[in-house]
């Protein structure tokens, strides 16, 4: 029987751990990677929007700082001294947004901090006017007359993201908070087809500050790709908007024609071929370079072929920007919500935000668990009066570290960090319950409050609070925590009315709207080059289809 030498053995070995190592090392690599981005459109009957930005980052033994933002449509005025960002230990970070360029900034954690390790989201909002840009404008029809359309996409990534969702909020007033189809059809409500097909659409309605349950629209993707292009086009009655612009200027109007940047997307809507920057202008400088680098006779031959494409287009079912046979897409009402699915695992806090617990009751609540906990002294009730206790440990819910750090030294609360915890509550909350039945889990939570809690962990203190607001009753180990939680709503909603909102009051009132939000040589080499590959691909592609067109009618 043949046997291995120890000193083969041991070089075999050596080889293996080494070739291990090598396998491994991009594993433990310090890494970031983008997760999801989330946008909120709210939509002004003029055509001006605020635009507000979620974005969360995923770092493992990284030095993230920050990242580059450009391609947005419009020209953003940011809400500098307002954009933030909080990480999953619910720590709070100012941001710096530094103009680079007309069409580029820079979002950075403020001070040179670095993120290393967790999660963390950036918010972060601006104003542009869309009706400028182009995005929001008016077209006839024969069928529907003259309908608002809005047709833009959010920026494009470099990184693939595990999902996306942009909120439109439109300046339509809705009888009711439930929308069905026929709510639609009565504002003549319609999206394009490619839409229906890529994204997963749920209509809803969110209350303004008069009350009035507003057209809120929600587009959904999942496992998308680097650069993913999530342009929107729906098309609503023009007289919910006051625009003076038209794409298809008619005679005595009184309007002028819109800008229009993606000039075929009027054939190609949602295309590939959508996406190329094209104006009325880029188009006319194409057309003089054709005709100088080919002369006098191709441009004959091209314009005799123009003439053929005008005729056979009259054929295709697209909507046209500037055709007198504008076909207009039919309605679909889709949703990703799943009729009777109800989600179970929200927390205690998560669960008082769904069931509209007024928010000045939630951060009563929260002080007093704390001071049951050993965390702060609260001084004085009338006025609030608090002071922390200097500890080295912390509380395990992220939340009441928010609460905690609010704490100011006159003992006061600092409200704006407060707003913002709740926008972050409300953000895990959707991620939860995306897919599921709202009202059928409002029901379940509602019927899970009924029952007085029998222990005492922080689970059963918040939901002997919810049973002590709805019912009054004193709870089972904490009534007297529970009654002065009223004296403590009282002084947080005397600082601030709209604290005394539930969550769905407070995302449409102004203290959540009116807040956050809700460089190099080697980089510009970079971007050139990329922009010249772009460019000559794109260059390729349309010469193509041109060659491919005159060789396919027989020149």
């Known amino acids: 029987m043949k046997t291995i030498k120890p000193r083969v053995v041991l070089s075999g070995a050596l080889l293996f751990l080494v070739s291990f190592l090598l396998f491994i090392h991009p594993v433990y690599a310090g890494v970031f990677k983008l997760r999801f981005v989330e946008i909120d459109v709210v939509l002004d009957p003029d055509g001006k929007a605020m635009v507000s930005y979620a974005v969360r980052w995923q770092c493992r033994d990284a030095a993230l700082h920050g990242f580059y933002f450009e391609g947005f449509s419009g020209e953003p005025r940011f809400v500098f001294a307002e954009a933030y960002a909080v990480d999953d230990r619910g720590q709070r970070y100012a941001l710096d947004i530094k103009r680079l360029s007309s069409r580029k900034y820079d979002i950075v954690l403020a001070g040179g901090r670095a993120f290393s390790n ?66 639609l059809a009565s504002i003549k409500f319609f999206t394009e087809r490619y839409v229906n097909q890529r994204y997963r659409i749920d209509y809803t309605t969110v209350k303004n500050p008069d009350g009035e349950n507003i057209l809120t629209v ?51 809507p949602g295309s590939v071929l959508a996406q190329i920057p094209l104006d009325i202008v880029d188009v006319i400088l194409l057309i003089v370079f054709a005709g100088v680098l080919f002369g006098i006779v191709p441009l004959l ?24 046979e504008w076909i207009p897409p039919k309605i679909q009402v889709g949703t990703f919500r799943e009729k009777g699915k109800i989600c179970k695992n929200l927390t205690a806090l998560e669960a008082g935000i769904l069931l509209d617990v007024p928010l000045s009751k939630l951060v009563g609540l929260m002080l007093e668990n704390m001071e049951r906990k050993g965390l702060l002294r609260i001084r004085s009730q ?12 912390r509380s395990s819910d992220p939340y009441e570290n928010v609460l905690y750090d609010a704490i100011q030294r006159d003992g006061t609360l600092n409200l704006e960090p407060l707003s913002g915890m709740f926008r972050t509550i409300a953000a895990g909350l959707e991620q939860k319950t995306w897919s599921c039945d709202l009202e059928a889990t409002k029901q379940y939570y509602r019927k899970r409050m009924e029952t007085v809690p029998q222990d005492r962990s922080d689970e059963a203190y918040y939901w002997g609070g919810y049973h002590h607001h709805y019912w009054r009753n004193q709870g089972y180990y904490y009534g007297a925590y529970y009654n002065r939680t ?21 995302r449409s009132s102004t203290m959540c709207y009116e807040g956050p939000f809700l460089q190099n040589a080697c980089h510009d080499a970079c971007h050139s080059a990329c922009h010249s590959a772009c460019h000559s691909a794109c260059h390729s592609a349309c010469h193509g289809a041109c060659h491919g067109a005159c060789v396919s009618s027989g020149h």
């Open 301 to 324: 031959v091209m314009t005799r072929k123009h003439q053929s494409m005008l005729t056979a287009q009259d054929g295709i079912a697209k909507v046209q920007w500037q055709g007198d």
């Open 486 to 506: 009223e004296s403590l709503q009282k002084q947080l909603s005397a600082a601030n009315p709209r604290i005394n909102d539930g969550f769905s009051q407070f």
């Open 118 to 183: 967790g999660d963390i989201t950036y918010f972060y909002r601006y104003a542009a006017d869309l009706q400028q840009s182009g995005n929001v404008t008016q077209t006839e029809t024969n069928d529907h007359g003259r309908l608002a359309v809005l047709n833009w996409a959010p920026v494009q990534w470099e990184d693939s993201l595990e999902h996306e969702t942009i909120t439109i909020h439109y300046p339509i007033a809705m009888p009711r908070e439930a929308v069905s189809e026929s709510d």
């Open 218 to 268: 929600k587009f959904h993707g999942t496992s998308l790709g680097a650069r993913h292009h999530f342009q929107i086009q729906t098309y609503v009655d023009a007289a919910y908007f006051d625009l003076k612009t038209i794409a298809a200027l008619m005679p005595s109007s009184g309007l002028t024609r819109a800008k229009e940047g993606y000039l075929l997307n009027r054939l190609f």
């Open 382 to 393: 009338d006025p609030l009066q608090v002071e922390p206790v200097v500890s080295l440990h």
